[in-house]
Every structure is written in C-alpha cells, then in structure tokens.
C-alpha cells in the first residue's frame, strides 16, 4: 500500500510500524506535523502520546519511558534539540536506548523556520558534556523519513545507545509517495538491564554517575569500545555514478539531493561526476569514503562547513589527508542550494 504523505508524516508511521509505545513531544517549526499526527495516530492505535511542557521536560519523559524498556521516541528542531543535550548525554551514559528526530531549521538562535545543516557537529558529535555519541542516520527523501526510523529503533535497542534521525525543514515538509511496510518490528526483550518495578529488573541500576574516579573511567572506556564496535559493523553509504568518476559531490539529506540532479546534468555534459551520499552520518562510511578519497571532491550542503570539515578529519585520521582543496558549495540562512550554484562550480575547475 502507498500512500502520499508529508516526510514528519512518515516519521510517524514508520515508528508505529517499529512498534513504538510512546511519543513524547513538544511542537515547533517545522517538526509540528511529526507531534500532529503522533497525536492522532498514538491513541488511536493504544499507544501513549504525551506533550509536554517544553523540550526539557520532554526529553526527561522520554529518558524514563526508554529507561523502563518502552520503545519511545521524540521529535524537534534545531533550538528544541539544544535544550535536550542533558537528558541525551544521560541516556548515552547508562546505555539507553531510544530515538529522536531533529528536523533542522536555521540559526543560530531562533533562526527560522527555514531548512539548513548546521546541526551537523552538535548532532553527530555529541553535543552535550562528556565523551560520547549517539548513532545518527540521514534520510535522503520521504520514504527513507519511514525506513530510517525503523532503523533507528533496531539499531538503539541493537548497541544501547540513542539514536537520532537527522532531517531537515525540506525534507520533514515535502509530500512523496510512501510505501507502507509490510510487516511489523518484533518485540525486544529488556528485561536483562531495564527498570520495569518488577522482580525479576530490581537488579538492575542505570545509572551515570560513579563518585569513584577510576569506575567513572571504566565506564567511559566501555562507552569507547560499544562505538568502536559500532564503527566496524554498521556503516551505510549511497555511491552514484561513482564507478568511473574523476568528480565526486558528497552530500546528506535535501543537499544530496539537488546534487543528484546536478550529476545527472553534468553526465548528460559528458562529465565523469558521481555522488557520495553517507546514509550513517555516524558511524560515518569510512569503507565508501576510502573508494572515493583520492578524486576532486565538492561537498554540497546548507552550513558553512560542517560536514566538509568532518570528511577532512575522518580522511586525515585514516591516512588520507586530502593532497588537493576539499571544495565546497553551500547556503546558510535557510537559503536552498541551486543545480546552477553546483554547476558553476564543477566547472570553475575543469
């Protein structure tokens, strides 16, 4: 079954169909429709939908639904996702898991309501205190607003950890036609570490602080060594037209798009160009990047630089510091990316 809905639509369904328990959510701009319809949709299929009385108060709600084993999830912006940092750092320290979907607007600050990338390093280095970080996973289009969802449940319950869902304003409003999944997510024991006021989880403790210098290190290194394990078994990229190209575009979400048909255009041209498109932003694909390091790479994204400056760092931690510039075309401001401003800059250098 098909049907035609919003992207922050389809965020919905797809954690209905991963059989999520409960939303707890505070609307803002332009994330609403995603507490819309968890509020439509949640009670009337015997589900929990609470909205709360602010972003921090929210992501306290869903630290104690997730803490008991609930599968929960949230969903914000830009400003939203800031106030939360505390309660994220909180659940990636006592490995809980759950998920949240940040639909970026502009900044900072208030911004607007517009679409940008410039939540990239708070979201996908972990933006609260300490050293931790949280899976984090890049939809491209409206039916990937659904399948990624679902992923990021499996995978949240999978390693322990939180899992964040990286939209953008253009993505969360723009309607596509969805393919509904065709079976449910099965439920998940958690027993083993939740707190669930039974007998049988009175054992367990989830807890972030150790008084004890030399446990509060032992923890912190088993943090390490979980992403670690993360960085080795999950990674997903989309390479494009890469198979032969000299000019590879490396973009996420709406900016991977408009670099899409900016490829198309150029192969029309004759031009040997492809696409990275990292699906994981974190693990971040280092097997695909390898592919691609040693061609002319343009980043193409709405921030002035973040994720450019991370592919440098990732090239540069594996061995691959970049010989030439790492181009870059961006917008800020909630300013959409243009073919033509791609164009023009593929073909500055050839």
């Known amino acids: 079954m098909t049907k035609f809905v919003k992207g922050n639509e389809a965020v919905v369904i797809g954690a209905l169909y991963a059989g999520a328990e409960g939303y707890f959510g505070y609307p803002i701009t332009p994330a609403s429709e995603v507490a819309h319809k968890a509020a439509e949709y ?14 921090d108060a929210v992501s306290y709600m869903l630290y104690g639904a997730a803490a008991a084993g609930c599968r929960a999830l949230t969903a914000t912006s830009g400003p939203g ?32 309501v517009y679409p940008e990338q410039a939540d990239y390093t708070q979201v996908v280095k972990g933006g609260g205190h300490g050293s931790y970080r949280c899976i984090v996973l890049a939809p491209g289009n409206v039916q990937e607003m659904c399948d990624l969802t679902m992923l990021a449940f499996e995978k949240a319950f999978e390693y322990r950890t939180p899992a964040i869902v990286l939209s953008d304003g ?55 060594e979980k992403y670690k394990r993360m960085d080795a078994e999950f990674q997903r990229a989309e390479l494009y037209q890469c198979e032969d190209a000299e000019i590879v575009l490396m973009a996420y979400g709406s900016s991977s798009r408009i670099a899409r048909t900016a490829v198309n255009e150029l192969r029309a041209e004759g031009l040997k160009i492809g696409l990275f498109r990292p699906i994981t932003l974190s693990p971040f694909p280092m097997e695909a990047l390898r592919t691609i390091a040693d061609k002319r790479l343009i980043v193409v ?15 540069a931690k594996d061995g ?3 010989t030439r510039e790492i181009e870059l075309v961006n917008r800020m401001g909630g300013m959409l990316i243009s073919v033509q401003d791609i164009l023009r800059k593929v073909k500055e250098g050839c």
């Open 42 to 55: 949640f009670p009337a299929t015997g589900r929990v939908f609470v909205q709360g009385e602010s972003e």
């Open 170 to 224: 253009q993505l969360g409003q723009m309607m596509e036609p969805l393919r509904l999944p065709k079976t449910l997510m099965p439920p998940v024991d958690t027993s083993a570490w939740a707190t669930q006021g039974t007998a049988e989880t009175r054992k367990n403790l989830l807890t972030s602080i150790y008084l004890d210098a030399p446990a509060q290190e032992e923890m912190n290194v088993k943090l390490q």
């Open 81 to 112: 996702f800031s106030l939360m940092q505390e309660a994220i750092s909180y659940m990636a320290a006592t490995d809980i898991p759950t998920v949240i979907v940040d639909v970026m607007r502009a900044g900072p600050g208030l911004g607007n």
């Open 301 to 315: 994204e709405m921030s002035a630089g973040q994720f450019r400056d991370d592919i440098i760092l990732h090239l």
């Open 320 to 322: 691959r510091l970049p």
